[in-house]
């Protein structure tokens, strides 16, 4: 069975400091994984996906991630954080095409002014 | 596009009473879910529907939880009774047919029962 595992509950960062959320994921083969921004009171967002190639992958809102195999990462990173980045974030895996998502616990992101 | 659309987006009920909520998925999205996200957790699948079929309800709490997609467009939750240990957020999230990686959600309805 797929799962996530987000080790980093809340994290607090200065507004223009970088940002790394970290994701760890359990899976046979080569997973799609995904990261969801949920603000308060909104539904989650897609912010990024990989399915192959490109380890490195690009997202909205100046986001990226990076897909490490051997380390079984799929961690976020941002160079310059902004007070509205404040909100939970979400890693997810699935199996590919046909198969359901399985999120993380989620990280909880404040921004200090 | 209208994105996915949930109401209401918060209920209070005591415990023992039933509550119903609705979700409008996007125009031409076949596949529709229904997720529980408890406080401080990610969302848990809860059943979803291929048009008006539930394929997939394992994970629904059938003694006490039912859903209905008629027409295979709307679709509405319900839980009676609710009980305290119900109170979360209830996502729905629809996609295009069979694309489940293309998951669009809706805000959620924040229940709480007391």
């Known amino acids: 069975a797929q799962s996530v595992t987000q080790p980093d509950i809340h994290i607090t960062v200065s507004e223009g400091a970088s940002l790394e959320l970290r994701c760890n994921y359990s899976?046979?083969?080569?997973?799609?994984l995904f990261w969801y921004v949920q603000s308060p009171g909104q539904g989650l967002q897609l912010l990024l996906k990989y399915f192959s190639g490109d380890t490195l992958v690009q997202g909205i809102k100046g986001f990226e991630a990076e897909f490490k195999r051997s380390q079984s990462s799929f961690n976020l990173r941002k160079p310059s954080v902004h007070w509205s980045d404040a909100a939970e974030y979400f890693c997810?895996?699935?199996?590919?095409?046909?198969?359901?998502?399985?999120f993380g616990g989620g990280t909880r992101l404040m921004v200090k002014p | 596009e209208a994105g996915v659309v949930q109401s209401p987006r918060y209920k209070i009920i005591e415990k023992k009473q039933p509550v119903a909520f609705w979700c409008n998925p996007i125009s031409g999205h076949n596949t529709l879910y229904w997720y529980l996200q408890n406080l401080g957790q990610g969302p848990e699948l809860l059943i979803r529907y291929e048009n008006e079929e539930a394929v997939d309800d394992s994970q629904l709490p059938k003694d006490r939880f039912s859903a209905e997609r008629l027409k295979g467009v709307d679709s509405t939750l319900k839980i009676q009774p609710a009980e305290l240990g119900d109170s979360a957020v209830y996502l729905c999230?629809?996609?295009?047919?069979?694309?489940?990686?293309?998951?669009?959600f809706g805000p959620g309805t924040r229940l709480t029962v007391l």
């Open positions: 999230a629809s996609s295009p047919r069979r694309d489940y990686n293309e998951q669009f």
């Open positions: 997810a895996v699935s199996g590919g095409a046909g198969n359901m998502l399985t």
């Open positions: 899976y046979g083969a080569t997973p799609y």
